[in-house]
Structure formats: structure tokens, C-alpha cells
């Protein structure tokens, strides 16, 4: 088939690789204009387009979807499949133009956690299971036919980052089987159960303040589903502290918020239960565990 794939962040990088590495012809990669990151006016690419031109593989940015210039480019290319991995929502117009539909890869297990942090939500909610879902895109966000799913647990002390990592790389592979089952025209759907479905959306600064007067269990789910990024915080003597790993700790009284050691660990007090910070980061500081954090301070050790 002649496909073109659309996609931006490294998520969609293993994707990539498989199709250009398949029987399928790769005719083009869509991907966002370059971007300023970091000091001085110089520009960057998406990791999606820079590993496309090392492919050799012809590359369109693209700033505004409704944008008629872009329609008549994908138009041109005449393409049976859109493959879409961790991008944007398509406009109706776009989506009609492949031949065999439009397809996406998304971490989740739909219709659970649709939206744009599927995999925080999931940690930070303690979920045992997650996955990925490769499903036919339609005019909704996140609610087209399931093609295919694949499952994976969740550790007790996993972060986000590492289920980030395993569904890169799971859902790849159910993504390549997709894609070939609709080549072959051998494949099934299922339509999703809208009222199962739930929500997974953008997460802000504001909403990654740690709050200790909830109980353990959910301080460290929350650490956790949000490490490495956009990562948890609190203050501390007037400065930020994030929060990178942790573990439910023994079920013991501390003040909320409280910072002590005890038998090795640093802890914080939460309420009800205890913490273990096992990698934190004071402002100014560098990333470190929680006792080499202690180990050189001196305040009052309250987090607020």
C-alpha cells in the first residue's frame, strides 16, 4: 500500500521504522514545523521528522491542518492509508482522502483514557493494566472501530516513562499487524462502548502539585504517573521540589508533608500512611535520591 504517516514526538518513531521497514511504501511523513527549544533563535525538528530524513523519506510540515495547500499535497500522493501515531486531530476533509480510511495507534485500551495523557492517567490511577489500540480515525477524538489491541501490566512502582518506553515498542507491532491485515483486507472491528469511555486530558503544571493530605497510595500514584514529565511537585522552603520515584511507605504517623528519614528511606507524611521518596530534585539542585538530597540539608523539611 501506499501510506502516508503522520506523527511528531518519539512515540511514533518504532512505528515508523516498521513501515519503512515493511513491503509498504512510506510516500510521505507528516509532521509539525520546526520549533524553538532552548536559547538563541535556532529552529529543531520534530524527532519524528528527523528520523524521516534519515530514512530518506520525503517529509511534509505542516502548521495549519485546514490549510487548502496541505489538502492538495496529500491529495497529490494518492495515498490507500493514513497511519497516524501520537499527532493531531485530522479535519473530515483529510480524513476522506486515503482509499482504506485512516488509521491511529493509541496508549490506551479505548474507550478508556481518550484524550491527550493517556498513559498518566492511567498511573496516576492506579490502574493495574493498560495497553495500546490501533482503531479507524473518524470525525470524534478517539472513538473510531478497534482494529486491534495489546495489553501490558503495570508495576506498583512503574512511571509513566517506563510504560511510555514498552508501548512505543508494543504498539508498533500491533500497528504493523494492522496495517498488514488491511492490505490483505483480513481484518475485523469493533465498534467502542461510548459508555465505558473515559477521560485522559492534557495535564498542566497546576495540576501536578502534590497534595499530602491525601492518602498514600494516591501521593505515590500521582508521583509516579507523572514522572518524568511533566513531573510532581510542592514547595519547600519557598523553592520547588519534584518528585520523580516513590513507594507506598510503612503505615506510620507524620505530620502532612513532613520530611523525616527513618531506617534508610526519606519519607513524607501523608494522610493517612507515609511515602518513600526514592529520586527528587530541589530547585537549582540536581536530580538525586532522597537520602543524598538529606544527606546535604538543613531546613525545616516541610512541604507545602
Known amino acids: 500500500m501506499r501510506i502516508v504517516f503522520m506523527g511528531s514526538p518519539d512515540f511514533a518513531i518504532p512505528s515508523l521504522e516498521k513501515l519503512h521497514q515493511s513491503e509498504h511504501e512510506i510516500v510521505s511523513v507528516v509532521s509539525n514545523v520546526d520549533k524553538r527549544r532552548g536559547r538563541g533563535s535556532q529552529t529543531h525538528p520534530t524527532k519524528v521528522k528527523k528520523r524521516a530524513l534519515e530514512l530518506d523519506l520525503p517529509v511534509i510540515e505542516v502548521e495549519e491542518l485546514d490549510d487548502p495547500e496541505f489538502y492538495e499535497q496529500l491529495e497529490l500522493l494518492d495515498a490507500d492509508l493514513f497511519v497516524v501515531v501520537a499527532f493531531r486531530i485530522l479535519p473530515p476533509n483529510i480524513l476522506s482522502l486515503p482509499k482504506k480510511g485512516s488509521i491511529n495507534l493509541h496508549a490506551s485500551l479505548l474507550p478508556k483514557y481518550r484524550g491527550a495523557a493517556p498513559i498518566h492517567w492511567a498511573v496516576m490511577n492506579g490502574e493495574e493494566q493498560t495497553g495500546c489500540t490501533v482503531f479507524f480515525l473518524d470525525e470524534e477524538v478517539d472513538t473510531g472501530n478497534i482494529i486491534k489491541q495489546k495489553k501490558t501490566e503495570i508495576g506498583d512502582n512503574e512511571t509513566t516513562g517506563d510504560v511510555y518506553k514498552r508501548l512505543k515498542e508494543q ?13 490483505a483486507d483480513e481484518y475485523e472491528t469493533i465498534p467502542q462502548d461510548d459508555s465505558e469511555a473515559t477521560p485522559a486530558p492534557k495535564l498542566f503544571t497546576d495540576d501536578c502539585e502534590i497534595d499530602f493530605h491525601e492518602p498514600a497510595e494516591s501521593v505515590h500514584n500521582k508521583i509516579r504517573g507523572l514522572s518524568p514529565f511533566p513531573t510532581a511537585w510542592s514547595t519547600l522552603d519557598g523553592l520547588k521540589f519534584n518528585m520523580y520515584r ?8 507524620l505530620k502532612k508533608g ?28 540536581r536530580r538525586m535520591s532522597g537520602i543524598d538530597f538529606m544527606n546535604g540539608y538543613h531546613g525545616t523539611g516541610q512541604l507545602k
Open 258 to 285: 513532613q520530611l523525616e528519614v527513618r531506617n534508610g528511606d526519606l519519607l513524607v507524611g501523608c494522610e493517612p500512611g507515609t511515602v518513600v521518596l526514592r529520586e527528587v530534585q530541589l530547585e537549582g539542585k
Open 171 to 183: 504498539g508498533s507491532e500491533a500497528l504493523l499487524q494492522s496495517v498488514q491485515e488491511i492490505a
Open 246 to 253: 516513590s513507594e507506598v511507605g510503612p503505615d506510620i504517623s
